[in-house]
């Protein structure tokens, strides 16, 4: 989990693994050189619970670097990832990992709701693609970071990419699923992405010059190149409309979520 500035809604997302009916967890924080009230809130509890730990980091150098060291320092089989405003179903981790073993899959992801600051407003679940192949990796990125679970022996020899802000999951998620471990979905939704202050929006135009070079790498050509980015802001384009279409037409309200959290 990494945090720079997110005092205002880690708790809820530590609180969220804390609930977890699997017990059998370890929490990596990485405090990427916050400056706000982040550090006291985080320094008592690897004293309340011996499976939390944090590790800081002086200066700000970004997710992509402080989700590396997350994953170099995790001991388990298994690897999850949770932004610091984010937040899990209390069922998530058993239910994927039940998936996960019962069909023997290396990279897995479910279905999540978008939910406001105050955690009041939830859309209807997000559809996602039943399995991400190669071909659906190269049109766009499918594959919420808050939901992915993947096998820790597959992703050794690889990293999020610094150089890529905003973009840097999708690099991930391409170069394992090019690697020959397509991604399964578990089709029920069992996190929260919070959605801040027009952050999707933020996300989705500022993750662009990342995208661009991704295709630029990857693509065996030029023409090749540009119908990559084409088609990932075509389709990316359409599903940043249908969630904002959703989150306005038909919300819902979970109060128990909030309830939990408590």
Same mark, same amino acid.
């Given at each position: 989990?990494?945090?720079?500035?997110?005092?205002?809604?880690?708790?809820?997302?530590?609180?969220? +693994?804390? %609930?977890?009916?699997?017990?059998?967890?370890?929490? #990596?924080?990485?405090?990427?050189?916050?400056?706000?009230?982040?550090? /006291?809130?985080?320094?008592? %509890?690897?004293?309340?619970?011996? &499976?939390?730990?944090?590790?800081? @980091?002086?200066?700000? %150098?970004?997710?992509?670097?402080?989700?590396?060291?997350?994953?170099?320092?995790?001991?388990?089989?298994?690897?999850?990832?949770?932004?610091?405003?984010?937040?899990?179903?209390?069922?998530?981790?058993?239910?994927?990992?039940?998936?996960?073993?019962?069909?023997? +899959?290396?990279?897995? *992801?479910?279905?999540?709701?978008?939910?406001?600051?105050?955690?009041?407003?939830?859309?209807?679940? #997000?559809?996602?693609?039943?399995? +991400?192949?190669?071909?659906?990796?190269?049109? !766009?990125?499918?594959?919420? %970071?808050?939901?992915?679970? @993947?096998?820790?022996?597959?992703?050794?020899?690889?990293?999020? /990419?610094?150089?890529?802000?905003?973009?840097?999951?999708?690099?991930?998620? =391409?170069?394992?699923?090019?690697?020959?471990?397509?991604?399964?979905?578990?089709?029920?939704?069992?996190?929260? *992405?919070? +959605?801040?202050?027009?952050?999707?929006?933020?996300?989705? !135009?500022?993750?662009?010059?990342? @995208?661009?070079?991704?295709?630029?790498? !990857? =693509?065996?050509?030029?023409?090749?190149?540009?119908?990559?980015?084409?088609?990932?802001? *075509?389709?990316?384009?359409?599903?940043?409309?249908? *969630?904002? !279409?959703?989150?306005?037409?038909?919300? &819902?309200?979970?109060?128990?979520?909030?309830?939990?959290?408590?």
């Amino acid at each position: 989990m990494p945090t720079f500035n997110s005092g205002r809604f880690i708790l809820d997302a530590i609180t969220s +693994v804390v %609930l977890q009916s699997h017990r059998n967890w370890e929490l #990596i924080i990485i405090d990427d050189g916050s400056t706000d009230e982040t550090h /006291d809130l985080l320094e008592p %509890l690897q004293r309340l619970d011996e &499976r939390i730990t944090v590790l800081n @980091v002086t200066e700000n %150098l970004g997710q992509a670097h402080a989700r590396n060291l997350g994953m170099k320092a995790a001991s388990g089989e298994l690897l999850a990832f949770l932004d610091a405003d984010d937040i899990w179903d209390p069922q998530k981790l058993n239910d994927q990992i039940q998936f996960m073993r019962r069909e023997r +899959v290396d990279f897995s *992801y479910t279905s999540f709701f978008r939910i406001n600051s105050d955690l009041s407003r939830i859309s209807s679940p #997000i559809k996602i693609p039943k399995i +991400v192949t190669p071909d659906l990796i190269d049109q !766009y990125n499918p594959i919420p %970071l808050l939901t992915a679970m @993947v096998r820790k022996d597959i992703v050794l020899g690889h990293s999020f /990419d610094t150089r890529l802000f905003n973009a840097e999951d999708y690099q991930f998620w =391409r170069e394992i699923i090019h690697s020959g471990h397509p991604c399964r979905a578990l089709n029920l939704p069992l996190a929260y *992405y919070r +959605v801040v202050n027009g952050s999707t929006s933020h996300r989705f !135009y500022r993750c662009i010059p990342g @995208v661009v070079e991704i295709n630029m790498k !990857y =693509r065996p050509n030029l023409g090749s190149s540009i119908h990559g980015i084409l088609s990932y802001l *075509y389709r990316s384009s359409l599903k940043h409309l249908e *969630y904002r !279409y959703r989150n306005k037409m038909r919300p &819902r309200i979970k109060p128990d979520l909030k309830n939990s959290l408590r």
